[in-house]
Each structure stands twice: as C-alpha cells, then as structure tokens.
C-alpha cells in the first residue's frame, strides 16, 4: 500500500513539476553539447538558442497559457463550439506571430548576429533557428488546447518527449556536422568554421525535435478530435462568440504574460552582448568566443540546475496561496507564505554554498576528460572564480521567483510589471557602467546579474508585503538556515580539500554534499527550524527523527 501510495506521488510530481524537470534537461544538454562542439561552439550556440527560448515565451508559453483559461472556462460551461473557437483563433494568430519572428531571423540574422551580440559566425545558426520558431508556436498552442480540455498528464508527457527528443537529436546533429565543419575548416584554414558547423547542427537537432513534437502532437489530436465530436451535439452555449471578442481576450491575456516572461529572460542575450564588447576592446577578442561559451555551458548550467531545485521546492505552495487568497482566507495565506519562505531558505541556501565551495571539483566534472587541457584549465579558473561569487544568485533567483509568482496569483499585475522593468533597466545600467565603462569583465557581468535578482526579489517582497500586512519571520525563514548551511559549507569545504586529489571530483562531489547534508540537518534540528512533521516527508528521516530523539533536540 505503501508503495502505490509512494508511485503515485512520484506520477503526480512529475506531472506538476513537467515544466521545471523539462528546463533543467534543457540546461544539462548544454554540458555534453559543449564536449562536443566546443566551449567556441557553443558561444556561437548561446545567441541562437536564447532568442529562440525568448520567441518560444510569447508563441509557445504565454499562448499556451491563455488559450488554455479561456478554453477552461467555456469547457466548464459545455460551450465547446466556443472553445473550438478559441483554438483555431488561437491557432491562426500564434501561427501568425511565429511566421513574423522567424522572417525576422532569416531577413536579419546579419544585423542581429554582427550588432547585438558582435558575434558574426553566428548568422548561420540564426537561420537555422528560424524554423524551430515556427514549430515551437505549434507546439505550444496544441499544448494550450490540451490543457484547457483538462488533458494535463498528456501535456506533462509531450513536455518530456520533447526534451528528450531535443537531447538526442541536438547531441547527434552537432556531432555530424562539427565533423563535417572540420573539412570546411580545414579547407578555409580557419577552426572557426569547425564550431560554427557544430553549433549550426545542434540548431538543426533543436528543429527536429520540434518537428518530432509538433508530428507526435498532432496525431494525439487528431484521436482525440474524434471524441470531441460527440461533445458538440451536446453544447450548452447560447450563443458564438465573434471572431474579434475572442482576439481581443486572447491578446489581453498574452501581451502581459509575454511582457513578463521576456523581460525576466532577456539579460542572458544583452549579457553576451556586453562580455563580447569588453573582449573586444581589451583586446581579448579571440578568446570572447570560447571564454563566453563556457560560461553559458557549465557556469549558467550549474547556477540554472541549482534555481531550478528551489523552485521545484516552492511551486506547489504557490499555486495554494493563490488559492487562499481567492477564497479569501488572509490568515491561512499568509502563514503557507511563511511556510514557502522557510522552505525555500532550507533549499537554496546550501545549494549556494556548495556551489561555492565545490566550484572547481564541479567544474571539473562538467569538462570531462577534456578538463586537464590548457584551454579547459584556462577557462575552469574563470569559472571556479565566477562561481565563488555567483552562487548567490541562486538565493536571489528563487526569493525573486516566489514572490514574483505570488504577484502574479494576486492579480498584482500592475506591480509586477514595475518589479520586472525596474530589475531590467537596473541590470542594463549596471551591466553598461561595470563592463562596457570600467571593464570589470565577468565579474561585472556576474554583479549586474546579482543585482537584477536582488532588486527583483526585494521589490516583489514589498509589493506583496505592503498588499497583504505580511511580516515574515527572518530567523526561521532565513538566518537560521543561513547559518546552519554554512557551518555544514566549511565540512564540504574541507572534505573537498582532502579528497579532490586522492579520489577525484565525482567521489568528491558526492561525498562531500552527503556529509554536508547531514550536518544541514542536523544543525536544522538543532536550531529548531524543522521538527518531526517536515523530516517524516524527507529521504531517511526516520533516520534523523530516531537521531533527534536520542539526542534531545526533537
């Protein structure tokens, strides 16, 4: 009984956590990509692949979204020739939306490649980018009308086969093509044209794989159109809705949403814009290209893996404050607010101190068998440097998340707009005075990012807590975790400085976070911030409920 019970929670949090889990399989692709086509590929990779992710927020996310609450509302009601409606408006204007995007990219792959991220070999992978575009809108409209028909699991699952999709056929078309690059570098006398075919091939898997998804969706819907047809003879509706009506509620659900959505993504593209141009200007600029594509491959990667964690260990209690706050019971939404706070404290604060403190033995990890070369040594101590002081941005991250969302289920859209364009505009200046004036180089660029999350976080936090009286507990939420996760960082720290020579970065890795975890915890324990009922849903915490008993702390 026990067991069913356990495969049944493992089912439903793999249907809710579908999107996340899909994200941190689309980061991780970026570290055997990179061992493939190179740290320079994937530096051609990196501008290509964010605008798609950016158009892929409006066609795909957004559109999906929206369609998917005014197709709800009217399933609900059994006005299903009025949801039918919705998708085919749907359909038409996000086909629309995509045909206009990826024109752009085919018509101005030279401008945007040579002006907005001064990175000219990228053009190539540009083009290639353009049908995925196309593709990715069908994907996500198809997904919005599952989801407004209550077809979750169905989403959840084509949300895996695509990434898992994307992985093998990314992985397999750079490989091909970054061998044939070869030939056309050696032809030309430039390796450059090497990891330009490479990452034009992984650009090419990421076409396919929408391909694959957009085919494999299809054909669900045409079996499940079979079905629908039998609904329609039984609709409720008294009468169809126009054409425009239905325009006009789609636009004003999505124009917000992608507002959001690409103003929250944008700063990695700007980013590479700012770290080429200090490159250039030092007179580093034949490094620009590998330097950057190892930061996008393996630092991003990591910080990304480590946001992602806490934002799986919040999302469940946001979507239940916005629940309370609709049924209008303050005092219950207040104290889940308190509680994702705690939750979120107890998650993200170790996973930034161990990014820190293992930093080179992960980073190590992430080069493989290629790490002792000069080229990966150069490029690891950057990143080892980054990461020291980077890893906060995890914390930042997911405070920023949470209270973003909560916003967002507040219907505060008005201050999340404020909250994102202020961030925005605080990262652009910063980002401009520390690299593009002073020449602070990564570290300027690590701390205009630290600084768009911090402003985030701290804006969305006032906004909620002037909306709602809320007072938050810093010692439970906060600095208990705080301190309890970096006391068990100096174990993880010294366990990596004995270990990391004798048994290598993976022994090291995981000995050191198993070590460090259970002093976290116990220290947790100690200090009173979690008790019996949160270590009774934890991995072994029967372990430490018999501990904590023993010893007197529980």
């Excluded at 806490?310 to 308190?338: H, Q, T």
């Excluded at 020449?439 to 990012?449: M, T």
């Excluded at 975890?517 to 911030?529: G, N």
Aim: glycine fraction near 10%; include cysteine; proline fraction near 1%.
């Amino acid at each position: 009984m026990r067991t069913q019970l356990m495969m049944k929670n493992f089912k439903t949090h793999m249907v809710m956590f579908a999107g996340t889990i899909s994200y941190m399989m689309l980061l991780f692709m970026r570290i055997p990509l990179a061992n493939i086509i190179g740290d320079p590929g994937m530096g051609l990779f990196a501008p290509a692949f964010e605008i798609y992710i950016l158009t892929t927020l409006v066609t795909s996310y957004s559109m999906s979204k929206t369609m998917s609450g005014l197709i709800r509302y009217r399933v609900k009601r059994e006005r299903y020739r009025n949801a039918g409606k919705v998708f085919h408006a749907a359909f038409f204007l996000d086909l629309m939306i995509s045909v206009i995007m990826a024109a752009v990219l085919l018509f101005l792959s030279s401008a945007i490649a040579d002006i907005l991220v001064l990175e000219h070999l990228s053009r190539m992978v540009l083009l290639a980018a353009a049908p995925a575009v196309l593709f990715a809108a069908l994907v996500g409209t198809f997904r919005g009308y599952f989801n407004g028909y209550g077809l979750g699991v169905l989403v959840a699952h084509s949300q895996y086969f695509e990434k898992i999709s994307m992985f093998i056929c990314v992985l397999l078309c750079g490989n091909a093509f970054q061998k044939y690059g070869r030939n056309v570098a050696a032809l030309l006398q430039s390796e450059n044209y090497a990891y330009a075919y490479g990452a034009f091939g992984a650009m090419l898997g990421v076409v396919l794989s929408q391909v694959i998804t957009t085919i494999y969706l299809l054909v669900i819907y045409g079996v499940y159109s079979i079905t629908l047809r039998g609904r329609i003879g039984a609709d409720g509706g008294k009468r169809l809705e126009t054409q425009y009506s239905i325009q006009k509620m789609i636009l004003s659900g999505l124009i917000p949403l992608s507002f959001v959505s690409v103003f929250s993504n944008l700063f990695m593209l700007i980013d590479q814009r700012f770290f080429n141009y200090y490159m250039n200007v030092s007179e580093q600029g034949n490094m620009r290209t590998r330097q950057w594509g190892s930061y996008y491959s393996r630092f991003a990667v990591l910080i990304g893996l480590g946001c992602a964690i806490g934002c799986i260990a919040v999302y469940a209690l946001v979507g239940k404050i916005g629940s309370a706050y609709d049924r209008e019971e303050y005092r219950n939404m207040r104290e889940r607010i308190a509680k994702a706070v705690k939750r979120l404290g107890i998650v993200s604060f170790p996973i930034t101190i161990y990014l820190a403190v293992l930093a080179q033995a992960l980073i190590s990890l992430t080069y493989g068998k290629k790490s002792a070369s000069i080229a990966a040594k150069e490029a690891g101590k950057l990143l080892v440097s980054a990461m020291h002081g980077g890893a906060v941005i995890v914390v930042l991250f997911g405070f920023a998340f949470l209270f973003g969302k909560i916003l967002y289920k507040l219907n505060m859209l008005r201050e999340l707009f404020l909250t994102v364009i202020i961030s925005f505009l605080v990262h652009i200046a910063a980002g401009y005075l520390l690299v593009h004036k002073l020449l602070l180089g990564i570290q300027g660029l690590l701390s205009a990012v630290i600084l768009l999350y911090g402003v985030y976080a701290f804006l969305a936090f006032f906004f909620v807590t002037r909306k709602i009286r809320y007072r938050q507990d810093w010692f439970a939420g906060v600095i208990f975790p705080a301190i309890a996760a970096g006391v068990s960082g100096v174990v993880v720290f010294l366990l990596q400085m004995v270990l990391l020579e004798a048994a290598g970065a993976l022994i090291t890795v995981l000995a050191a976070i198993l070590a460090g975890v259970f002093v976290y915890i116990f220290l947790l324990m100690a200090l009173r911030v979690i008790g019996e009922a949160e270590l009774s849903g934890m991995p072994l915490g029967f372990f430490f409920i018999l501990l904590g008993k023993n010893l007197g702390i529980l």
